[in-house]
């Protein structure tokens, strides 16, 4: 039996930023690595700059989670300030590229967003993890920043509602929330037809046989440089492909 952290990320807007180029900014259906670090790290007081602390909580840390219902997708426009080309000038940091007014030029840029979505996720520490799982429900639920769902636009619409507790396998522990209303005399959010699962390599997950391998560029290798590296996540599909 294993000890997981589960709680609920619900919003009417959430974004889990994908691979960015140029001026688009995608966002996948369910939380990427990074966001739910940077959850952690927001509602311990851990900041960007901290890279022992940024890198304690990467090493320290799993995630499994069960998408319960993955919104409708939503696209949003911003205007941004984009230097020029030029082949003498290698720009390293945005503050670079902003620095030179006189070269700047603006430039539509498309977001996207997952409207109204519900996740479970079930969080397990190392062995070496630098706080524990008690720790880390009481940052939740009296965090140090704002919390967010992937950006700071998208605020949480109900509390996480964290709970420690033991299981004999990831598959309950993301189980152990279904039916259960957001807020007491609610009614049920409308769930997705395929419940899908998805969990870090690194975890055991007996009794969900993988029935796909994704690749996501969401493990934080530096906060202050923006930097992310792939990883392997697994996914099983209850009910097989559809």
């Known amino acids: 039996m294993r000890e ?33 670090l940077g959850l952690m790290g927001a509602a311990l007081g851990v900041r960007r700059d901290d890279d022992a602390g940024q890198e304690a ?4 840390y799993r995630f499994g989670i069960k998408l ?28 670079q590229e902003v620095r030179d007014t006189g070269k700047l030029n603006t430039i539509l840029t ?3 967003y997952r409207s109204d979505s519900l996740s479970v996720v079930a969080l397990e520490a190392a062995p070496d993890a630098r706080h524990s799982l008690s720790t880390l429900l ?4 009296a965090p140090v920043f ?11 619409a109900l509390p996480l509602d964290p709970c420690i507790a033991g299981f004999d396998t990831l598959k309950q522990a993301l189980d152990s929330r279904d039916g259960e209303p957001l807020l007491p005399g609610c009614g049920v959010i409308r769930r997705d ?3 899908r699962y998805f969990w870090d390599e690194a975890m055991a997950s007996p009794g969900m046989e993988p029935t796909l391998q994704l690749t996501r560029h969401d493990q934080p290798l530096s906060r202050r440089r923006w930097q992310f590296e792939p ?11 559809q």
Do not use: N
């Not at 994908?18 to 369910?30: K, P, T």
């Not at 009481?138 to 639920?141: G, I, K, R, V, Y």
């Not at 990883?231 to 492909?241: H, T």
């Open 146 to 156: 704002v919390l967010s769902l992937g950006r700071k636009s998208c605020p949480l």
């Open 231 to 241: 990883r392997r996540e697994l996914v099983y599909l209850a009910g097989g492909v």
């Open 138 to 141: 009481a940052a939740l639920q």
């Open 193 to 195: 037809q395929q419940a």
């Open 110 to 112: 498309s977001r996207e």
């Open 68 to 95: 319960i219902a993955a919104g409708m997708p939503l696209r949003d426009y911003h205007t941004v300030q984009w230097p020029g080309e030029s082949k003498k000038v290698v720009y390293r940091t945005r503050r």
């Open 4 to 36: 997981y952290m589960v709680f609920r990320l619900y919003g009417p807007m959430a974004s889990w930023g994908e691979l960015a180029v140029g001026e688009q900014r995608a966002s996948a259906d369910h939380p990427s690595r990074s966001a739910l």
């Open 57 to 60: 909580l990467s090493r320290g």
